[in-house]
């Protein structure tokens, strides 16, 4: 095969996969966007299987809606335009409830309570958020994390914040020395560097957040989705997904496993 029947192929082959992956997409009850590379929450094992808490989560409210679904790979803060838009249904990826998000957005009831931390090398003299003073630290963007740093720039004088699209490539660069430190969910960091003894958490945010479902206002099937999640919590599917993917046991006090209202 010559070069240019080789790049003429090639060019078929690539608008054939983009094609089927659009099919599937579309051929799906719901389209799921989510931030893959975000452990434990959603990310691909080593056969490129999507898995993790809210894989789990959803596939399982799914299920019990009748529904199918197709999982879509977008970057954190091209969840919400792909949302409001409609191109897709739901969005997933540890996604914090704020009052903010919900002047445009819905969410269903809570399944996660959360805080922000500070997470640095082990070796650092870095061990308090005051100690960001002429730091550079890390964000992953248009998170909670981004948010928190932007306001408290001037108050911990930080001198620059550098964002990111997931928290492996910010650990990857917190441990090149390119950031001093990295703000990001707490779960997410605990997770990450349990095997990783060059990495500690310097400091716990309190930030009260709470993680959930995400669509549009007038997405159809909210309803359904929210009265599911109701039935999961009090069979324990919740709690045993929690226990599946952090170890531990949530608290009775836990949105996973408290029904709650819906978030207005």
Same mark, same amino acid.
């Given at each position: ?55 789990d989560m959803v596939n399982e409210v799914a299920k019990r809606a ?54 640095? +090398? %082990?070796?650092? @003299? =870095?061990?308090?958020? /005051?100690? $960001? &003073? ?21 108050? +911990? %004088?930080?001198? @620059? =914040?550098?964002?990111? /699209?997931? $928290? &492996? ?33 310097? &400091? ?61």
């Amino acid at each position: 095969m010559n070069r240019m029947k080789l790049k003429t192929f090639v060019s078929r082959l690539a608008l054939t996969l983009a094609a089927a992956t659009t099919l599937s997409a579309n051929a799906a009850d719901w389209t799921v966007g989510a931030n893959i590379g975000n452990v434990p929450w959603e990310f691909q094992d080593a056969s490129g299987k999507f898995i993790g808490f809210e894989i789990d989560m959803v596939n399982e409210v799914a299920k019990r809606a009748g529904k199918t679904v197709a999982i879509e790979n977008i970057p954190f803060n091209g969840l919400f335009p792909a949302v409001q838009s409609g191109r897709i249904q739901m969005a997933i990826s540890s996604i914090t409830i704020t009052p903010k998000r919900l002047e445009s957005l819905a969410f269903a009831q809570p399944y996660y309570d959360s805080d922000q931390s500070l997470s640095v +090398l %082990k070796a650092t @003299k =870095i061990d308090k958020l /005051e100690d $960001l &003073a002429g730091k550079t630290v890390g964000v992953d963007t248009a998170s909670t994390g981004d948010i928190y740093a932007t306001e408290n720039t001037a108050k +911990l %004088k930080i001198a @620059k =914040i550098t964002r990111y /699209e997931g $928290l &492996a490539p910010a650990m990857l660069d917190l441990a090149a020395g390119r950031i001093d430190g990295y703000i990001s969910d707490i779960p997410a960091v605990e997770y990450y560097i349990k095997d990783k003894p060059q990495y500690r958490i310097a &400091a716990r945010i309190p930030t009260n957040e709470r993680y959930s479902f995400m669509f549009a206002k007038t997405f159809p099937d909210a309803a359904k989705v929210n009265d599911i999640l109701t039935t999961l919590k009090k069979e324990g599917f919740v709690s045993a997904t929690h226990k599946k993917w952090f170890g531990t046991v949530p608290p009775d006090t836990s949105s996973s496993v408290k029904v709650m209202d819906v978030p207005k």
